[in-house]
């Protein structure tokens, strides 16, 4: 923040580039050390594994005409989780979506948070499920947000 108190516009970017890349604190409740690069065939993968979550949660398009979603990404930390986020519109509860792919038990993590530019505050977990379901995504989201993803 500046000496006046106004936010730079550079820091709610880096801040909100921290929460997508690196992941919070809040979310994932990971240590704060360094991790490595990932290899590109990893990326790849992740790749991959976050476009089927997009699309068993209703594909790219269905999120953005339903909630106004953007800011599809995704991330590997490790080759046991996939991380795959998207900001949404329209949710007094929460404005960012992350599902976490964990490899090992083929279960998805899902997590709602609620992030304010203005103010760059990071309201913690919404929602925090653990070994959820593939088919169960969509129903988690539309209870936790009060959104519909279908007509």
Same mark, same amino acid.
């Given at each position: 923040?500046?000496?006046?108190?106004?936010?730079?516009?550079?820091?709610?970017?880096?801040?909100?580039?921290?929460?997508?890349?690196?992941?919070?604190?809040?979310?994932?409740?990971?240590?704060?050390?360094?991790?490595?690069?990932?290899?590109?065939?990893?990326?790849?993968?992740?790749?991959?594994?976050?476009?089927?979550?997009?699309?068993?949660?209703?594909?790219?398009?269905?999120?953005?005409?339903?909630?106004?979603?953007?800011?599809?990404?995704?991330?590997?930390?490790?080759?046991?989780?996939?991380?795959?986020?998207?900001?949404? !519109?329209? *949710?007094? $509860?929460?404005?960012?979506?992350?599902? +976490?792919?964990?490899?090992?038990? /083929?279960? =998805?993590?899902?997590? @709602?948070? !609620?992030? *304010?530019? $203005?103010?760059?505050?990071?309201?913690? +977990?919404?929602?925090?499920?653990? /070994?959820? =379901?593939?088919?169960? @995504?969509?129903?988690?989201?539309?209870?936790?947000?009060?959104?519909?993803?279908?007509?």
């Amino acid at each position: 923040m500046s000496r006046w108190g106004h936010v730079r516009q550079g820091e709610c970017y880096r801040l909100f580039q921290q929460l997508r890349v690196a992941g919070s604190c809040a979310i994932l409740k990971e240590s704060r050390g360094h991790y490595p690069h990932p290899t590109p065939q990893i990326m790849t993968e992740a790749l991959q594994i976050a476009e089927t979550v997009f699309a068993q949660m209703g594909g790219k398009g269905r999120l953005a005409a339903m909630v106004g979603a953007n800011g599809f990404s995704y991330d590997a930390r490790d080759e046991r989780r996939t991380v795959a986020s998207f900001q949404f !519109k329209g *949710s007094r $509860k929460a404005n960012v979506c992350r599902v +976490v792919y964990d490899h090992a038990s /083929d279960t =998805y993590g899902f997590y @709602l948070v !609620k992030f *304010s530019p $203005k103010t760059l505050k990071l309201t913690p +977990v919404v929602a925090l499920d653990r /070994d959820v =379901y593939a088919e169960d @995504l969509v129903r988690l989201f539309e209870q936790s947000t009060g959104l519909y993803l279908t007509l």
